[in-house]
């Protein structure tokens, strides 16, 4: 009698963010829709906060990262995280790997590179998952590798398949290197096995970083599989795939989006700086000031711990012009016909959010790989302008009201829109059936099913 072939079973690990957890949980729809059986697990500490989709094709799990009775609004620092999270979580996710027994790989977030040692000690497939650029981990390549010496020594950085830089247009973990000591040997130490990966995925489309990602498919496997936007967005090739399926926060649909549709056709600015940091208060005058100035519409996303720095008409729902909310469905509302801006700090999510959604950018870059992706805003791919900020690193109001007007009514704004649109069918086209990013998702596929 002929048995059914085996079906692949792969285990997706997410370092505990928003920003990580979603491009990877899209990845894993993916998969699923290729055949694959996917369990999906982040922290026990940050699964407690998550609202989960439970019409998910997804099956979830958690690992312990040492602080599993750590309340959510409890802060643990980087020093004390970092060191506990590699190796409490190592021990925890063996023991994962032995409840689901006959695993045939492991897709691990590159925060969590000791994931690969785990997979090797069970002898299974190791594959590395980065939710930054390819252009963003080529520089921390070479800087892990001695390659690019920090402190940086001259103002201009050259590193291959990169367009030239200036030195603070490199991530704050690396012109900024002494600033965030923890955070930056974290962010470095996701290179130190690199070489021991079977597979090297990036939330990147190949046209989109062509050049990078030439450069680093020298070194290793790498094979880019996003955009990672929910497939309604893109493709519509996966049903019913509307939204990432977790959220952190509630997100306030129905008073946003409420009030964008009685607003014209590209007449809002949207203004959302993550999840993670936020303008401190010199900034957020600022950002106030030019709001109220300036004639546009807006919907600004602010989180409740900063309120404060808000005057009341923007909180009692007075502002002619405006809209505050602590949070909101992104996607639903850069998808929104009134949407005409999107003020961004350059997470790289929201980038492609705002690529895949054909929604010109204004950059406001806070820390991380943000003022790189800035960069290529601007400067590679043409879909925005950045902010820039004065000697005491603010962006007054009247260089983002100038930035603001540029985009939504100048002549650069128009070869802006052009260039967003097209950025957005090539992503389309990458995840569509038989794109770039399609037959590197298919490639991976067919060869745990040969070896399942």
Partial sequence: MNLAPKRPHVLVISYPAQGHINPMLQFCKRLVA??????????FSISKTLHIDINSPVTFETFSDGFDNIGPDQFVSPDEHFPMLRKVGSESLSDLVRKLDGLDAIIYDGFLPWALDVAKRFGIVGAVFF??????????????????????????????????????????????????????????GQFTNIDQADWVFFNSFYKLEEEAVDWMGKLW?????????????????????????????????TESMNWLNDKPKKSVVYLSFGSVTQPGPEQMKEITCGLID???????????????????????????????????????????????????????????EAIGL??????????????????????????????????????????????????????????????VIKWRDLGKEAVGEDGSSDKNIHEFVGELKLRS
């Fill in 34 to 43: 290729k055949g694959v059986k996917t369990t999906f697990a982040t922290t």
């Fill in 131 to 188: 939710t930054q650029t390819c252009a963003v981990n080529n520089i921390y390549y070479h800087v892990i590798r001695n390659f690019l010496k920090i402190p940086l020594l001259n103002s201009v950085v050259k590193v291959p398949g990169l367009p030239q830089l200036e030195d603070w247009e490199t991530p704050s973990f690396v012109h900024k290197f002494d600033q965030f000591p923890a955070v930056s040997d974290f962010v470095f």
């Fill in 221 to 253: 496997r790498v094979r880019t599989i996003g955009p990672t936007l929910p497939s309604m967005y893109l493709d519509k090739r996966l049903l019913d795939d509307h939204n990432y399926g977790v959220n952190l926060f509630k997100p306030k649909c």
């Fill in 294 to 352: 300036g004639g546009f519409n807006f919907l600004w996303v602010v989180k409740s711990s900063e309120e404060n720095e808000l005057p009341n008409e923007f909180l009692d729902g007075t502002s002619k012009k405006g809209l505050v909310v602590t949070w909101c469905p992104q996607l639903q509302v850069l998808a929104h016909e009134s949407i005409g801006c999107f003020v961004t700090h350059c997470g790289f999510n929201s980038v492609l």
């Fill in 358 to 419: 054909g929604v010109p950018m204004v950059a406001m870059p806070q820390w991380s790989d943000q003022t790189t992706n800035a960069k290529y805003v601007e400067d590679v791919w043409g879909v925005g302008v950045r902010a820039k900020p004065d000697d005491n690193g603010i962006v007054s109001r009247r260089v983002l009201d100038s930035c603001i007007r540029e985009v939504m009514e100048g002549e650069k704004g128009n070869e802006i829109k052009k260039n």
